[in-house]
T-cell receptor, first 111, second 115 residues
Framework: EDQVTQSPEALRLQEGESSSLNCSYT??????LFWYRQDPGKGPEFLFT???AGEEKEKERLKATLTKKESFLHITAPKPEDSATYLC????????????FGAGTILRVKS | DVKVTQSSRYLVKRTGEKVFLECVQD?????MFWYRQDPGLGLRLIYF???????EKGDIPEGYSVSREKKERFSLILESASTNQTSMYLC??????????????FGNGTRLTVT
């Protein structure tokens, strides 16, 4: 069965304290891996798409990397405004852009 | 910017009622989706549609149906609401199902409570 697991479930950081979120997957036919950010009371907002092992994408303090079994979202020198739930999803390549989501990591950054 | 609008932010319904959740997107996207989001379970796909009048079951379609009469509008219907359908419902759209670069754009969700 296709599965996506995110860890940790929750992470508390001090402002400026860098860390990483993990997304591991056991799927066949991976066509892409997506990262989304979700703020309380809002829908998820697209961050990155990664397609092949070794690929990296960056946006401000965030960097996403991909291996054959997992992806990491590295957060460098986080700020309180980076607090959100980060969701990982894998694209199975079926027609219609179907994604399988992980349960998310809740990140809190304290000043 | 793509806008996906869900008609209600909060809904409270009684068990057995028929419930309609409406979603409209303004970017001429081909694909539209309905997910539900529950703590610890992530987003689970209920139904999706890749064209007008077309629909496909997702992972948890039981107790739900959908309607897509116009390209911009995708409705989720709870035929007879039950308490286990209390959840956050998220609508999303994407440009083209054959374009793997096309991310999903989400609405802000409808929090449904069934009592």
């Amino acid at each position: 069965e296709d599965q996506v697991t995110q860890s940790p479930e929750a992470l508390r950081l001090q402002e400026g304290e860098s860390s990483s979120l993990n997304c591991s997957y056991t799927v066949s036919g991976l066509r892409g891996l997506f990262w989304y950010r979700q703020d309380p009371g809002k829908g998820p907002e697209f961050l990155f798409t990664l397609y092949s092992a070794g690929e990296e994408k960056e946006k401000e303090r965030l960097k996403a990397t991909l291996t054959k079994k997992e992806s990491f979202l590295h957060i460098t020198a986080p700020k309180p405004e980076d607090s959100a739930t980060y969701l990982c999803a894998v694209h199975l390549g079926e027609y219609g852009n179907k994604l399988v989501f992980g349960a998310g990591t809740i990140l809190r950054v304290k000043s | 910017d793509v806008k996906v609008t869900q008609s209600s932010r909060y809904l409270v319904k009684r068990t057995g009622e028929k419930v309609f959740l409406e979603c409209v997107q303004d970017m001429d996207h081909e694909n539209m989706f309905w997910y539900r989001q529950d703590p610890g379970l992530g987003l689970r796909l209920i139904y999706f549609s890749y064209d007008v009048k077309m629909k496909e079951k997702g992972d948890i379609p039981e107790g739900y149906s959908v309607s897509r009469e116009k390209k911009e509008r995708f409705s989720l219907i709870l035929e007879s609401a039950s308490t286990n359908q209390t959840s956050m419902y998220l609508c999303a759209s994407s440009l083209d199902g054959t374009d793997f670069n096309s991310p999903l754009h989400f609405g802000n969700g409808t929090r449904l409570t069934v009592t």
